[in-house]
């Protein structure tokens, strides 16, 4: 998939853990590491809302494109 995201990025610039990130979303530590590893096809925006508020950063902070590697064209 061309989208990574970032949240390990991310928790280690503002040093907390996933725990506490999962406490202040409302997500599940199943969920998070379902995102944190690339394996989510989809991120509700209310989800991305609060994972924003909680590390005080961008969508873009976040969401990375890479062109998928797999494709030629």
Request: aromatic letters at 2%; proline letters at 1%; hydrophobic letters at 45%.
């Amino acid at each position: 998939m061309a989208i990574i995201i970032n949240i390990d990025v991310m928790l280690a610039k503002r040093k907390m853990s996933v725990t506490e990130l999962s406490e202040r979303v409302g997500i599940t530590m199943a969920n998070l590491s379902i995102l944190k590893n690339g394996k989510a096809k989809a991120v509700r925006l209310s989800t991305l809302d609060a994972i924003c508020k909680a590390l005080d950063c961008q969508p873009g902070d976040v969401l990375e494109y890479r062109e998928d590697e797999n494709l030629q064209g």
